[in-house]
């Protein structure tokens, strides 16, 4: 398709991921309770991204949590007026205005992490160490992966 050949390990690849969200996409979304850290979808994934990135330019975000650039404004201006983005003007390139986590969004990320480490899923607690070791290894290598694909 478009003159561009995929192998099949990397179709293979890909099919497996696709199997795998499910399980994933139930084990933690389940840890992030709306009520109590008042995010919603959205913002969450704008937290998170920031968190590993530290900034980023609305455009790269957008891109990144694969949304548009009206829905990312949105969500972005929300956590900026409470007070967990900040918003400053690229040095290089006044046009570009870059995103990144105020110390209260830090502060809710680590509280965020403690809290899901207290709410494992019951799945989890059930892997012995070798296989949490293998899950780990795996985990850290496909992230690694992702982040050299990513924009």
Do not use: H
Request: hydrophobic share 35%; with cysteine; net charge positive.
């Amino acid at each position: 398709m478009f003159g561009i050949k995929v192998s099949e390990t990397s179709q293979r690849c890909f099919i497996r991921l696709i199997e795998v969200f499910p399980s994933y996409r139930r084990m933690v979304c389940g840890l992030f309770d709306k009520s109590e850290f008042q995010f919603t979808k959205t913002q969450q994934m704008i937290i998170m991204t920031l968190w590993k990135r530290e900034n980023m330019s609305l455009s790269q975000l957008s891109n990144r949590i694969c949304t548009s650039n009206e829905q990312a404004t949105r969500a972005v201006s929300q956590l900026v007026k409470g007070g967990y983005l900040t918003r400053v003007k690229n040095e290089n390139n006044r046009r570009t205005i870059e995103i990144s986590l105020t110390d209260k969004a830090k502060a809710i990320v680590n509280e965020v992490q403690q809290k899901a480490l207290e709410r494992i899923p019951e799945e989890f607690k059930k892997l012995d160490e070798q296989d949490a070791a293998t899950v780990l290894e795996c985990v850290e290598k496909v992230s690694k992966i992702f982040e050299k694909m990513m924009p």
